[in-house]
DNA sequence: TATTGTTATACTCTATAACTATA
DNA sequence: TATAGTTATAGAGTATAACAATA
């Protein structure tokens, strides 16, 4: 009688005669999916989340960052940055400090611990980068990046690279 | 007093003071957010979902696919295909015929209204990725689709592709 | 004893609406 | 009257475990 493992499709028959496979939509939409993997999984080894890594770069610029502004440049629901913040304000990551200027807003503030937090995400960040883009040579990956950059420059102005 | 809009963080001040929104993988994650949202806005028109396409499109091929075929093809979990399979199969876009080489197995075909809303997503898909790729040339778009395809040829042999 | 498909269930994630305090 | 932030809650999506049929 034949094992199962012979009556199964193998993966390489399921890979042939599958033509969305190579649209670059689809492959976009595969690529990032396994990079999000990753990331979190190599996120996890430090006890952070891909979304708080996020949190915490965009909170290290010099331009001082309500919930709100966090919630237009990251693209979140601003009651998910509630509880974004709650947490991260729990582990001593970042503070809330009332506006003067409009005491409905808060000046989010990364404390130091968020610059260490933020300082081994960022490393976890370029190495598993790293990993994802190896089968690329350094051309292959400014191209890739600036492709990147122009597409996004119409729908998320912020991606806008200079370079 | 001033006015909410002048207390307000402009977002040209967002956009600068980010460098995560350069990085290669923050932009693929972005990129493929948005593609997605495209996409199940423009298929919403169609009253189809990605998903249901991706399922439409995997079943259009020579190989005859099981549930469990279509869960390691797509990246689905298998009590979730049964949930897509069951809607499709009320829609008579697929039928569930059992394998009679092993008759715990299905063998999943389109039917001829399946194979019709799979040609309306196609048109779809080939439409919203044009608008999303617009801003790159033919060289461009090509040279993103190969890297693309490089990267995921070790993670998802399905994507590679020949030329 | 293992696998395919199924169900029930729990869990996470996100979004909606209503509230407060401030403007 | 409108906005920033909060809370409670509902909804969608996903995963886990247990089960029936078949191998």
Redesign the pocket.
Known sequence: ?????E??TPASKLRADFPLGERTGYLLHKASMVLEEDFERALAAVDM?A?DFFVLAALAGDTPL??????RLLG????????V??DLERRRCVA?KR??????????TLTATGRRALAKGERVAADVEAAFLAELDRTEQARLRQALSKIMAERWPAAVVSS
């Open positions: 009688m034949a094992r199962a493992a009556s199964r989340k979304r309500s919930q709100q502004d966090l919630s979140l629901d601003p009651t998910t940055v509630v509880s913040i709650d809330r506006n003067p200027a409009d005491r409905r807003r808060y000046i989010l």
